[in-house]
């Protein structure tokens, strides 16, 4: 399935509707023709199996760049409800990666060029997923109208299939793209979430919306209400482009000097000309080289806030 058949011309030979039909292309808010017909493929064949029945659908192209023509978020992360004909472009994050001595699949804040699907990677891993439960957990307090206020993140959590049938032991799904960056610590043993000497953490909440994640999709915080709501108690696919296949082909066209049209394959045109050509990070080769990394970091002592003034 991979790097097949991506041209404009395919999205009209098949069964897409035609109000869906306006929004499929390669411009700011529209989503490329592969990326819609796996999407809908997947999602068709799930509630064929009986899997999912909610009536919407979801799917990312993380080969779209994190910055649109106008300054904002770039759009690549779709909500598809075609019953109510109804489709919504958000902007999400792509995986940042790690730059380790015997390896560098860091990624740039413009455009993702590494992929992979090994545990601890921080990249983003194409293919086939079922959101599964959400988990609410507290993250610590922040300062808001004056008053120190609880902070709490829902995680929704993917089943993945095939490459990424890991998504669970890799922790990847979607959230806000807001963090607490902790700070200090303040007495409030009144607290639930207080520890065994009444401390609960402190600090300075963080929007990253137009920036990278740790391989999750991520989205703004207004459109992840919207996200959470819908698939709360009612899972549903979701497709992400590209795959390991896709980014190989890619990668093999970019150094033979073959057109990615003409050979039937797709990437964002301007993520391209800035990564020069992709590449996906396979688990047996990465994982090794994580496990590595890890088992050299000194053992640090356990993270003691100082007191708040």
Request: charged share 25%; aromatic share 10%.
């Amino acid at each position: 399935m991979a790097g097949l058949q991506t041209g404009q011309a395919d999205a009209q030979s098949t069964d897409i509707p035609a109000w869906l039909q306006k929004h499929v292309g390669t411009g700011e808010g529209k989503i490329a023709p592969v990326v819609l017909e796996r999407a809908r493929a997947l999602y068709q064949r799930k509630r064929g199996e009986g899997a999912v029945a909610n009536p919407c659908y979801l799917a990312m192209d993380a080969t779209r760049p994190s910055t649109s023509d106008n300054g904002k978020p770039g759009r690549r992360f779709y909500v598809i409800c075609e019953a109510q004909k109804s489709f919504r472009a958000v902007s999400s994050g792509y995986g940042n990666g790690r730059k380790l001595k015997r390896a560098d699949f860091s990624n740039g804040r413009t455009c993702a060029k590494n992929f992979s699907n090994a545990e601890g990677s921080k990249l983003t891993a194409g293919g086939s997923y079922v959101t599964a439960e959400t988990r609410t957990s507290f993250k610590g307090y922040y300062r808001q109208s004056g008053k120190r206020e609880p902070f709490h993140r829902t995680f929704l959590l993917y089943d993945g299939e095939g490459e990424v049938d890991n998504a669970r032991e890799r922790a990847i799904g979607g959230h806000p793209a807001v963090f607490l960056r902790w700070q200090c610590r303040f007495k409030n043993p009144g607290s639930p979430h207080a520890d065994s000497e009444g401390y609960v953490p402190f600090g300075k909440l963080v929007n990253y919306a137009a920036g990278r994640s740790n391989g999750c999709t991520t989205w703004s915080e207004g459109a992840s209400e919207d996200i959470l709501d819908l698939v709360q108690g009612n899972p549903t696919t979701l497709y992400i482009y590209p795959e390991s296949g896709d980014i190989d082909a890619v990668a093999k066209a970019v150094k033979t000097g073959r057109s990615l049209p003409r050979a039937g394959l797709y990437w964002n045109a301007a993520c391209l000309k800035e990564i020069r050509a992709p590449k996906f990070w396979p688990k047996r080769t990465l994982q090794p080289i994580i496990n590595e990394w890890r088992q050299s970091l000194p053992k640090q002592p356990p993270l003691e806030l100082p007191i708040c003034d």
